[in-house]
C-alpha cells in the first residue's frame, strides 16, 4: 500500500468515531518550508488546544491536493453525517484566523449539527473524484 493509500485509509477509518474528524495533512507540501510565513508545528497545536475531546484529530501523509496547501478536511460525526453532514476539505489554511474559525465550528459540532463560518467558502475545495472517494467512500 502506498503512503497515500495508507494516509487515505486513516482518515476513512476515522469515520466510525462519535465525534468529528478534523484531517490535517502534512505530508510533501502541507506542513512544510514549501509553504512559507506559517507556524505549521503551532497551527496542529492551537487545533488540538481547541479542540480537546471535542474531536478527533489525525494527522496523515499527502492527500493529493498539494495546489491547496495547507489542506484540512472536517468530517463529520455520525450523528453529524446523518443530519447531512459530509466532509469538508479546506485549502491554503494558511493563517491562525482561519485555524480559529475551523475550530470553533467543529466545537460547535461541525458539518451537521452546525453551520461553518461564512469566511470558511473562501477556503473550501473540490478535490478529484479519485481523491474524494479515498475518505468519503
Ligand atoms: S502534502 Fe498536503 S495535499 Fe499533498
Redesign the pocket.
Known amino acids: 500500500m502506498s503512503r497515500r493509500a495508507r494516509a487515505q485509509a486513516a482518515v476513512s477509518s476515522s469515520a466510525g468515531a462519535g465525534r468529528p474528524t478534523v484531517t490535517v ?7 512544510t518550508a514549501k509553504i512559507p510565513r506559517v507556524d505549521h508545528t503551532a497551527q496542529l497545536a492551537e487545533l488540538r488546544t481547541a479542540l480537546g475531546d471535542s474531536a478527533s484529530i489525525r494527522v496523515v ?6 495546489e ?4 484540512i478536511v472536517v468530517q463529520p460525526s455520525p450523528a453529524g453525517r446523518r443530519a447531512g453532514g459530509r466532509p469538508v476539505w479546506l485549502g491554503l489554511v494558511n493563517d491562525r484566523d482561519v485555524t480559529a474559525d475551523i475550530a470553533a465550528w467543529v466545537e460547535a459540532g461541525g458539518p451537521g449539527p452546525a453551520d461553518p463560518p461564512g469566511i470558511l467558502d473562501l477556503y473550501a475545495f473540490q478535490p478529484s473524484r479519485r481523491v474524494r472517494q479515498g475518505i468519503e467512500d
Open positions: 495533512c502534512r505530508g510533501c507540501c502541507c506542513g501523509d499527502c492527500l493529493d491536493a498539494c491547496q496547501a495547507n489542506v
